[in-house]
């Protein structure tokens, strides 16, 4: 066995924090779904609305890059 | 680490080509020292310069494609400028504007082969997060004075719950700057390394097809998220003008 309890760790907890990217993919999804059921009701209001839409997924995905950003320094800054 | 794994796993490491290094050789560098990152941010504005001021110098009624390019650019940052920030924040539409371009381009160009993206580095998007964030806060304290501090004090919640909501809010306030640049990089920075994983798979005969196959997926999805995150970077700046014009919800 080569490597150390520590390099052990720091994939394991790279790896659990994939865990985040896909809750952040179920958020992103979520914003998004709800938007085209809504845009499908009443498809006037939708064009205006597609901002908001993209602000809102910006917010979702950005915690999911944070786990992604965590990933990254585990394996190649700690 | 990163050595070792590159000489034991994939063919290369997926992560190489972050790497700033000076362009006329040696090891060190200095804040002068011409590197990857100086050439590719200088290509960004050559393009930029060749679509806005080139393209468009024939101020053609009938536009030729180049210009209309050019014009749909133009238009389309100064429509959302006015729809998101409102009528007050086209003052800073060339600000916006600059932002945007450079963003759009600098994604586009490291979806070049062998090029680098220089968006993918935080240092770089920090500077434009931490320039939208002072600039916003310094104007929104010169337009409005101390009721710019309104902007954290939610009037329409009961006042039992405000300052609480006012502890949050400065929270979310001053954490801005970090989604708002670690967002841009963190994009840039996995949809590449996912593409040079892929790539690194067509090293082995039997997975080569569907590596190739995987590299073009990626790819197509990589020009959409370059657009996507230099209009989300954009919008979420014509959001924070928006707040620091009116403050008040």
């Given amino acids: 066995m080569e490597g150390d309890i520590a390099e052990m760790g720091k994939f394991i907890g790279a790896g659990i924090s994939a865990f985040g990217m896909g809750l952040a993919a179920l958020g992103v999804g979520n914003v998004a779904g709800n938007f085209l059921s809504g845009a499908l009701r009443n498809p006037s209001a939708a064009a205006s609305q597609t901002a908001t839409l993209f602000i809102g997924i910006a917010f979702a995905e950005a915690l999911g890059i944070f786990s992604f950003l965590v990933a990254l320094l585990l394996m190649f800054a700690v | ?249």
């Fill in chain 2, 1 to 249: 680490m990163a050595t070792e794994e590159a000489s034991e796993g994939l063919v290369f490491h997926p992560m190489d080509q972050f790497k700033v290094e000076p362009l006329f050789g040696g090891d060190a560098i200095h804040w002068y020292t011409p590197t990857n990152a100086t050439l590719w941010m200088g290509l960004t504005v050559v393009a930029i310069f060749l679509l806005l001021v080139l393209g468009s110098r024939g101020r053609a009624v009938i536009p030729t494609r180049v210009q209309s390019i050019a014009e749909l650019a133009y238009g389309f940052v100064y429509k959302m400028v006015e729809d998101v920030a409102g009528k007050d924040g086209l003052k800073y539409f060339p600000y916006i504007m600059t932002l945007f371009m450079f963003i759009l381009f600098a994604n586009f160009l490291g979806l070049l082969p062998m090029a680098f993206t220089t968006t993918s580095h935080v240092a770089v998007t920090v500077v434009l997060a931490l320039a939208v964030f002072i600039g916003v806060t310094v104007l929104g304290f010169v337009k409005n004075g101390a009721s710019f501090l309104g902007l954290f004090w939610v009037t329409s919640a009961p006042l039992a719950i405000r300052p609480v909501l006012a502890v949050i809010e400065i929270i979310s306030y001053f954490v801005r700057p970090v989604s708002h640049s670690i967002r841009l990089a963190g994009n840039m920075t996995a949809g590449h390394a996912v593409i040079k994983v892929f790539a690194a798979f067509a090293g082995a005969a039997i997975l080569s097809p569907l590596a190739i196959l995987g590299v073009a997926a990626m790819y197509g999805l990589e020009i959409l998220v370059s657009f996507i995150q230099a209009y989300v970077f954009t919008i979420l700046t014509c959001v924070y003008l928006k707040d620091a014009l009116h403050p008040h919800h």
